[in-house]
Nanobody
Framework: QVQLVETGGGWVQAGGSLRLSCTVS????????MAWFRQTPGKEREFVAA????????HYAASVRGRFDASRDNAKNTAYLQMNAMKPEDTAVYSC?????????????????WGQGIQVTVSS
């Protein structure tokens, strides 16, 4: 059984940084394209960032491009989301997701496996 577990969330002041980790168990991380999504109450879940299975290709939402960095360490079975220059509007529950098959990076329906989500709060 494949499981994804996020860690590293919490509270940060505007302009600060946080790094989220997503540890995968059950199958090698190298099998998956990994993505990060976020959701706030009353809004639909939105795509944040993704990295291809070897990490060579990344894709970002316009709202985070240049501030966030998606990476992965396949040897550690862990994907990361480094968040810099954070803004209050980045406050959300962040979830990592994985898939074995193709599709567009930002299509949440293409992802098979999901973590439980972790809260990130940015204060002004």
């Amino acid at each position: 059984q494949v499981q994804l577990v996020e860690t590293g969330g919490g509270w940060v002041q505007a302009g600060g940084s946080l790094r989220l980790s997503c540890t995968v168990s059950g199958r090698p991380l190298s099998s998956y394209t990994m993505a990060w999504f976020r959701q706030t109450p009353g809004k639909e879940r939105e795509f944040v960032a993704a990295a291809s299975s070897k990490g060579g290709v990344t894709h970002y939402a316009a709202s985070v491009r240049g501030r966030f960095d998606a990476s992965r360490d396949n040897a550690k079975n862990t994907a990361y989301l480094q968040m810099n220059a954070m803004k209050p509007e980045d406050t959300a529950v962040y979830s990592c997701a994985g898939r074995s098959f193709g599709g567009t990076f930002d299509d949440e329906k293409s992802y098979t496996y999901w973590g439980q989500g972790i809260q990130v709060t940015v204060s002004s």
